[in-house]
């Protein structure tokens, strides 16, 4: 099994950065893609990003530009660095991860248990 804790959410102003993380453990050595989607409330859930352990990356069109994601294999640990935050960017966000090299977080068999990011003056 492998357990996903994801960090960094809260509550920001539009404009604004956050970084969220999201570490592996667990049997974490057979994991080869790593990614985020969120959900707002009534809304259907959407991919953010994913990436490989070998470099892949995919990033979602409405964040296109604002948000990047990174990778530290050896941390075994995932980045989403979100800069400027619109309020349409409030939702819950996942953290997933897969031992396969697909890029869309929704198919991934391993889920974190979300992490709320806010914006809003």
Request: net charge negative.
């Amino acid at each position: 099994q492998v357990h996903l804790e994801e960090s960094g959410g809260g509550l920001v102003q539009p404009g604004g950065s956050l970084r969220l993380s999201c570490a592996a453990s667990g049997n974490y050595f057979a994991i080869n893609a790593m990614g985020w989607f969120r959900q707002a409330p009534g809304k259907q859930r959407e991919v953010v990003a994913a990436v490989t352990s070998g470099g892949r990356s995919y990033i979602g069109d409405s964040v296109q530009g604002r948000f990047t994601i990174s990778r530290d294999n050896a941390k075994n640990t995932v980045y989403l660095q979100m800069n400027g935050l619109k309020p349409e960017d409030t939702a819950v966000y996942y953290c997933n991860a897969d031992h396969s090299y697909n890029l869309d977080p929704l198919e991934y068999e391993f889920w974190g248990q979300g992490t709320q990011v806010t914006v809003s003056s």
